[in-house]
């Protein structure tokens, strides 16, 4: 049987990448979000309670359920040693993921949300006829305001991942949690993996961070993003400028909180925050 860790955190920083990198390593598997926590989510609302099967599906027949989904998804994989599951659910599911493997890890991949809002943004306007589905009604689209304030809505994407990793951050697991900044993985690669190998307890492996291959088209193009989940070559971090409203960068500039570990057990990789203007 393999290790599971586990790869969650906002959109647009990195899991991708990070998965990326991992799979170099052929003792690893990793890749874009799995299915198994949308799998979980179903089978649980079968036997949740007040449901017709509740009452006869002991907690113990749901623990072996949950476990045979992961089992049965990785067969394929069962030449592997450490398998990664990507979802950003995970960050709000760390006592189900703990439960089920107390010695795993979780990586959460971070980014100033500002700049996630940014990259959804760029996403978004590089495909000017495509009816993408990253938003719901027409109306939600219709303006860059409407767009990012819809995205951050708590159940939706990006709000979402921001509240499920606040909530595993601040939580009682926090301490097998492993913040990564996005920044900080492209500018310093091997730094950031040496880093991260130690956490989970690995041997070190050499990656080629000028040969990183990952695509996933078919998923892409049916969310009408394409290139969503597409990775260059070489690592390496680009400076531009932003294209959402200054009012836009700054507001949701503020949301970033693991900065300040003040009040957490969670491990940071991430650059310290600016010292405040006298």
């Given at each position: 049987?393999?290790?599971?860790?586990?790869?969650?955190?906002?959109?647009?920083?990195?899991?991708?990448?990070?998965?990326?990198?991992?799979?170099?390593?052929?003792?690893?598997?990793a890749?874009m979000?799995s299915?198994?926590?949308?799998?979980y989510?179903?089978v649980?609302?079968q036997f949740?309670?007040?449901?017709?099967?509740?009452?006869?599906?002991?907690?113990?027949?749901?623990?072996?359920?949950?476990?045979?989904?992961?089992?049965?998804?990785?067969?394929?994989?069962?030449?592997?040693?450490?398998?990664?599951?990507?979802?950003?659910?995970?960050?709000?599911?760390?006592?189900?993921?703990?439960d089920?493997?107390?010695?795993?890890?979780?990586?959460?991949?971070?980014?100033n949300?500002?700049w996630?809002m940014?990259?959804i943004?760029?996403?978004?306007?590089?495909?000017?006829?495509?009816?993408?589905?990253?938003?719901?009604?027409?109306?939600g689209?219709?303006?860059v305001?409407?767009?990012?304030e819809?995205l951050?809505?708590?159940?939706?994407?990006v709000?979402?991942?921001?509240?499920?990793l606040?909530e595993?951050?601040?939580?009682?697991?926090?301490?097998?949690?492993?913040?990564?900044?996005?920044?900080?993985?492209?500018q310093?690669?091997?730094?950031?993996?040496?880093?991260l190998?130690?956490?989970?307890?690995?041997?070190?492996?050499e990656?080629?961070f000028?040969?990183?291959q990952?695509?996933?088209?078919?998923?892409?193009?049916?969310?009408g993003?394409?290139?969503?989940?597409?990775?260059?070559?070489?690592?390496?971090f680009t400076?531009?400028?932003t294209?959402?409203?200054?009012?836009?960068?700054?507001?949701?500039?503020?949301?970033?909180?693991?900065?300040?570990?003040?009040?957490?057990?969670?491990?940071?990789?991430?650059?310290?925050?600016?010292?405040?203007?006298?």
């Open positions: 049987m393999p290790k599971y860790h586990f790869i969650t955190g906002l959109p647009r920083s990195g899991s991708t990448l990070l998965a990326a990198i991992l799979r170099q390593n052929p003792r690893f598997h890749g979000t299915p198994v926590g949308n799998f989510s179903a649980s609302q949740a309670a007040g449901t017709e099967f509740g009452p006869v599906v002991s907690q113990p027949q749901r623990r072996r359920m949950v476990r045979a989904l992961f089992d049965a998804y990785y067969e394929e994989q069962a030449g592997k040693s450490v398998v990664f599951d990507t979802n950003r659910m995970w960050a709000a599911k760390l006592p189900l993921v703990l089920q493997f107390p010695e795993a890890k979780v990586i959460a991949c971070v980014r949300v500002a996630v940014d990259s943004e760029r996403q978004y306007r590089s495909n000017p006829y495509e009816n993408t589905r990253l938003f719901g009604q027409h109306m689209r219709s303006t305001y409407q767009r990012l819809g951050a809505q708590h159940d939706q994407m709000g979402f991942a921001w509240a499920a606040r595993a951050f601040y939580g009682e697991q926090a301490k097998s949690l492993l913040i990564i900044d996005y920044e900080l993985l492209a310093a690669p091997a730094k950031v993996m040496d880093l190998y130690k956490f989970i307890g690995e041997p070190l492996f990656h080629d000028n040969d990183v990952y695509d996933a088209p078919a998923f892409d193009e049916q969310l993003v394409p290139g969503l989940h597409r990775v260059k070559p070489k690592v390496e400076e531009r400028r294209i959402i409203p200054p009012d836009l960068f700054e507001k949701y500039s503020k949301m970033t909180f693991w900065t300040d570990p003040a009040g957490s057990a969670a491990n940071v990789i991430a650059p310290k925050p600016a010292p405040a203007s006298k």
